[in-house]
């Protein structure tokens, strides 16, 4: 793995460590954060996917955008599609102030973010 697909997956690695960091901290969780870099985590491992089959992408959050392009050459994302629908609420939602992740929607984040992320490191080689 080279260049820019190697890139992604380095940033995603990052967001996969940072949302399990925040998500199991003792002190002072921030279970926002942890939504936000499971999302991250799995929005990265898409366009690592879609540079890989040299498809085009917008920058953009929208997991449920980014698997509509995935889905002509990996259909069966399709089946995590509730799963990437959970985490896009992290993108936005809970990064600013009215709204707070608890504890077990952090979980159900990490959760999927886990299962996603096993997904794509089967698929990008």
Not at 8 to 23: C, P, Q, T, V
Not at 27 to 51: R, S, V
């Amino acid at each position: 793995m080279k260049g820019i697909l190697k890139e992604w997956i380095d940033k995603a690695e990052g967001d996969f460590n940072s949302a399990l960091r925040e998500y199991r901290a003792r002190n002072f969780p921030n279970y926002d954060a942890a939504g936000f870099h499971a999302q991250q985590c799995i929005e990265k491992y898409m366009k690592a996917f879609l540079q890989m089959h040299n498809i085009q992408f917008r920058k953009i959050h929208d997991l449920s955008a980014l698997m509509e392009l995935c889905l002509p050459v990996f259909p069966e994302l399709e089946l995590e599609k509730e799963l990437l629908a959970y985490l896009n609420q992290f993108a936005v939602n809970y990064r600013y102030p009215g709204e707070f992740a608890t504890k077990e929607q952090a979980k159900t984040a990490v959760k999927s973010m886990k299962r996603l992320r096993d997904i794509f490191k089967g698929i990008i080689k």
